[in-house]
């Protein structure tokens, strides 16, 4: 069982990795008292698998545990959903003291870190990550929001968690493609932040996850946590280094728009994003001479048909993305590995050549 703290403005937070941690954890959290009521959100296929060790364990610590599974998928992380459960909590009892554990990937720890956010100005908050990518990124930096027709994540708050316990026992689930999903925040610690990384995601080529070496999974998934518990300490509210973390998302998030959030995962297109974001550095005059993602090509699979997605259709969704503060198009650009920068990009054809690359690499 592995340790660390996440030390922000708002909030100090324990992070736990490791393997059949949870029961001891809670045990940490408890610390010997018991709780008349508790809430539990968790992801439906959470639920499916690990459904009756998650409420087992609750049982043993509070008198009344009132869980509400979150039907999988984007769909979740809208308005009527948030309201929903909202209601759920308003009208099951629940008090300023009263914890919230959210277990699923990113899309019920964002929902959830929403409900804990607003219900009563603020609840305690639990994470439980269940995929690579909640363990690795969203469960940690207290970014909590949900969708709005005009696009994604666009109502939220800042909301720091009490405590995240990220217990690998629940990956044994995890279909394999979200495996490859999460593998894609992992390689961008690697790009931004530390090149070991490239060598300690080798586990992912792994033919069978079930049986993949703990040892070396936690390490990494501490690794990465660590990283990113260290930038957000230092920006917890993005006004500086936090943006970083957005390597590749700029391009990622103009694809996965284009293919209407549907036939490409937000991973996918994250590797993606981080391939034509390398092109548009080199193209803008930094020499980056080795491609350390190459490697982990082989393990995506797309099912985006190249010629049903346009460069001209992905540079105007770029220009419609709501958080952009700018008016020229601003990138996180590498001058070398492991040496980030954001960078406002105004030529063109530069955009629109790494963009094609991103295309290309989808046949
Ligand atoms: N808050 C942040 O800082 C942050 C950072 C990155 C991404 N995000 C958000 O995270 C979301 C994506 O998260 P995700 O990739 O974890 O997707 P997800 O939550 O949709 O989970 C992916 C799929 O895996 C299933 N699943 C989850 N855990 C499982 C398990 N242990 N066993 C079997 N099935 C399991 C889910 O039901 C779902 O079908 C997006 O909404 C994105 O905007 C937030």
């Given at each position: 069982?592995?340790?660390?703290?996440?030390?922000?403005?708002?909030?100090?937070?324990?992070?736990?990795?490791?393997?059949?941690?949870?029961?001891?954890?809670?045990?940490?959290?408890?610390?010997?008292?018991?709780?008349?009521?508790?809430?539990?959100?968790?992801?439906?296929?959470?639920?499916?698998?690990?459904?009756?060790?998650?409420?087992?364990?609750?049982?043993?610590?509070?008198?009344?545990?009132?869980?509400?599974?979150?039907?999988?998928?984007?769909?979740?992380?809208?308005?009527?959903?948030?309201?929903?459960?909202?209601?759920?909590?308003?009208?099951?009892?629940?008090?300023?003291?009263?914890?919230?554990?959210?277990?699923?990937?990113?899309?019920?720890?964002?929902?959830?870190?929403?409900?804990?956010?607003?219900?009563?100005?603020?609840?305690?908050?639990?994470?439980?990550?269940?995929?690579?990518?909640?363990?690795?990124?969203?469960?940690?930096?207290?970014?909590?929001?949900?969708?709005?027709?005009?696009?994604?994540?666009?109502?939220?708050?800042?909301?720091?968690?009490?405590?995240?316990?990220?217990?690998?026992?629940?990956?044994?689930?995890?279909?394999?493609?979200?495996?490859?999903?999460?593998?894609?925040?992992?390689?961008?610690y690697g790009?931004?932040s530390d090149a070991s990384i490239?060598?300690?995601?080798?586990?992912?080529?792994?033919?069978?996850?079930?049986?993949?070496?703990?040892?070396?999974?936690?390490?990494?998934?501490?690794?990465?946590?660590?990283?990113?518990?260290?930038?957000?300490?230092?920006?917890?509210?993005?006004?500086?280094?936090?943006?970083?973390?957005?390597?590749?998302?700029?391009?990622?998030?103009?694809?996965?728009?284009?293919?209407?959030?549907?036939?490409?995962?937000?991973?996918?297109?994250?590797?993606?994003?981080?391939?034509?974001?390398?092109?548009?550095?080199?193209?803008?005059?930094?020499?980056?001479?080795?491609?350390?993602?190459?490697?982990?090509?082989?393990?995506?699979?797309?099912?985006?048909?190249?010629?049903?997605?346009?460069?001209?259709?992905?540079?105007?969704?770029?220009?419609?993305?709501?958080?952009?503060?700018?008016?020229?198009?601003?990138?996180?650009?590498?001058?070398?590995?492991?040496?980030?920068?954001?960078?406002?990009?105004?030529?063109?054809?530069?955009?629109?050549?790494?963009?094609?690359?991103?295309?290309?690499?989808?046949?």
């Amino acid at each position: 069982m592995q340790y660390l703290e996440v030390k922000t403005q708002s909030q100090s937070y324990k992070v736990v990795v490791g393997r059949d941690i949870f029961e001891r954890s809670l045990q940490e959290i408890f610390n010997g008292s018991s709780w008349d009521k508790l809430f539990l959100l968790v992801d439906e296929n959470v639920f499916l698998h690990h459904g009756d060790l998650l409420l087992n364990s609750l049982n043993h610590f509070a008198d009344d545990v009132q869980h509400l599974v979150v039907p999988q998928g984007e769909s979740s992380k809208t308005v009527a959903f948030w309201e929903s459960t909202v209601n759920f909590l308003l009208t099951n009892g629940v008090r300023r003291n009263t914890p919230l554990f959210v277990a699923g990937g990113g899309v019920a720890g964002d929902l959830g870190g929403f409900v804990a956010a607003s219900v009563l100005r603020g609840i305690p908050l639990i994470h439980i990550p269940t995929t690579i990518l909640a363990m690795v990124d969203s469960s940690i930096g207290g970014k909590t929001g949900i969708n709005h027709q005009t696009g994604k994540n666009l109502i939220g708050a800042f909301y720091q968690p009490n405590m995240v316990i990220a217990d690998t026992r629940f990956l044994t689930s995890l279909p394999r493609r979200e495996w490859i999903n999460g593998l894609s925040e992992i390689l961008k610690y690697g790009a931004i932040s530390d090149a070991s990384i490239f060598n300690e995601a080798s586990i992912f080529q792994a033919e069978d996850y079930r049986i993949i070496d703990q040892e070396k999974l936690i390490s990494l998934i501490y690794k990465c946590i660590k990283i990113k518990a260290d930038i957000v300490a230092a920006d917890e509210f993005e006004s500086g280094i936090r943006a970083f973390l957005n390597f590749g998302h700029t391009f990622a998030h103009a694809i996965e728009k284009a293919c209407n959030f549907d036939t490409i995962s937000h991973g996918e297109a994250v590797f993606l994003g981080m391939l034509a974001a390398q092109k548009l550095s080199r193209l803008t005059g930094y020499s980056l001479n080795e491609n350390f993602l190459e490697p982990y090509k082989p393990l995506y699979q797309f099912r985006v048909n190249p010629d049903e997605v346009s460069s001209e259709e992905i540079y105007s969704y770029m220009f419609q993305d709501k958080k952009r503060t700018d008016k020229h198009l601003k990138f996180v650009l590498l001058k070398e590995w492991q040496s980030p920068a954001v960078k406002n990009v105004t030529n063109k054809e530069h955009i629109i050549e790494a963009i094609m690359l991103m295309i290309n690499e989808m046949m």
